[in-house]
């Protein structure tokens, strides 16, 4: 199986448990930051969001890269004790899943299969709003309607916004990059008095302000490697349920909490029977099917924190998304596309090519390597790789040196020759194995 593979593999097979445990953690601290309004709450969601997507991949980073630059801070630094460890393999994942290469190739491909059809369905969805402009009818605004318009314009500073009407929706809709329009059903301008109106042009201006559109966009290009979860999800269903709360912040902010809540019930009740039928990628006023949580939010009394309890909660919050990421990233796991046990490989004559993080679990006994005085005196640290030929009855019977400090090299080479291993069973047969193991040697100060 090539490196590709093994990635996407990698990627999918951590998703599948990164992506509860970020939402989880979401919520806590959503929960924690109830009181600090809708905007911290939204932030919390578009953070878990784009972590879902992008921390998979962590798995697939050089960590050693990083453990190098790590060593040579410390010896700069006048580091003097000494360390030596020994790591099953690169030392860079913590476990390997061995499964038959045609099943991991054929996870490959339905997964592949699986983001095409996301993909396509995003372009189509952004094709259909294409369409859906061309269809529009031009809106006519006078006396009270152009006057609103205005105010909204002046009140957030939004110009070159274009408003049209159409028959094939059923709500207020925002959408455009370069050429932002707001979209209302037909005969809503004429239907509305001047207070609603202004609440429904008003959350649009909101959502212009904020460029919610291409925000959204972005999201969602970035969420489609994970768009198979369930829980990414709900990730969105959250980060669009905050997004509505904090225009609705905006605006009650400028009309008034209890006007603007009666405004948006009035609408509901006027506008739409039933649940809306959402626009893709398009954002409006009912966006998010959770209007009865928004005016609890708009007309409840939050008791504001200050203070030392702010500053509490906000290091909780820090702590818990740094503890669940470092989890994350250190629990990730490896997919490495070795062929199954019984396969044909297995009965060849070549060595029997075994996971060093599968092998360590047939250690016996091992001797810890002993870190050269000369190389202490020079602060000569790293790594020694090796290649290990583990006999049928367990002895280390050739060892090769890969990569590694000359002067840290016979150190391992005198230690790791002492282990032993239980015997490792193919179909119920003892085999030889070949295996990886990385000796680090590391200088504190």
Request: hydrophobic share 50%; aromatic share 8%; net charge positive.
């Amino acid at each position: 199986m090539n490196h590709f593979e093994s990635w996407v593999l990698s990627y999918l097979l951590n998703s599948l448990w990164q992506v509860p445990l970020l939402f989880v953690a979401g919520w806590a601290m959503a929960r924690l930051l109830a009181t600090a309004g809708a905007e911290a709450e939204h932030r919390v969601w578009v953070s878990v969001l784009l972590l879902q997507s992008l921390l998979p991949a962590c798995s697939a980073l050089p960590w050693e890269g990083l453990r190098e630059i790590v060593n040579w801070f410390d010896t700069a630094h006048g580091g003097s004790s000494a360390r030596v460890s020994v790591v099953m393999g690169e030392g860079t994942r913590l476990g390997v899943l061995h499964l038959p290469h045609v099943l991991l190739t054929a996870i490959v491909m339905i997964y592949a299969v699986a983001c095409a059809v996301f993909i396509a369905r995003f372009v189509l969805r952004c094709r259909r709003l294409a369409v859906l402009r061309r269809e529009t009818d031009a809106a006519s605004l006078t006396g009270e309607a152009a006057n609103v318009w205005m105010r909204c314009s002046a009140q957030f500073g939004i110009e070159n916004v274009a408003i049209r009407v159409s028959s094939r929706v059923f709500g207020p809709i925002t959408f455009g990059v370069f050429r932002r329009l707001v979209l209302l059903p037909s005969g809503m301008i004429a239907g509305l008095s001047e207070p609603d109106l202004y609440t429904v042009l008003a959350h649009e201006f909101a959502h212009l302000r904020r460029n919610d559109f291409l925000k959204n966009l972005l999201y969602e290009c970035l969420s489609l490697p994970v768009s198979y979860h369930p829980l990414s999800w709900r990730t969105r269903e959250r980060l669009m349920e905050t997004r509505e709360m904090v225009c609705d912040e905006m605006v009650a902010a400028i009309s008034g909490k209890e006007e603007y809540a009666h405004s948006l019930l009035r609408l509901a009740s006027l506008l739409v029977e039933g649940v809306p039928i959402r626009t893709p990628h398009a954002i409006g006023i009912f966006d998010a099917n959770t209007l009865e949580r928004r005016l609890m939010r708009l007309t409840e009394k939050r008791r504001e924190i200050r203070g030392i309890g702010r500053s509490a909660i906000a290091v909780a919050c820090v702590l818990l998304g740094a503890g669940t990421c470092a989890s994350a990233v250190a629990l990730a796991t490896n997919v490495d596309g070795m062929v199954a046990a019984g396969s044909d490989s297995s009965k060849s004559s070549e060595p029997h090519t075994v996971p060093a993080a599968e092998m360590v679990k047939y250690l016996i006994s091992k001797v810890p390597p002993v870190y050269p005085e000369d190389a202490k005196k020079a602060k000569i640290q790293g790594k020694v790789v090796l290649n290990a030929i583990v006999g049928k009855d367990g002895a280390v019977e050739n060892l090769t040196v890969v990569s590694g400090p000359a002067a840290l090299q016979q150190s391992a080479l005198d230690a790791v020759r002492q282990w032993t291993y239980r015997p490792f069973l193919v179909d119920g047969q003892e085999v030889v194995v070949k295996t990886t193991i990385t000796v680090i040697y590391e200088l504190k100060g």
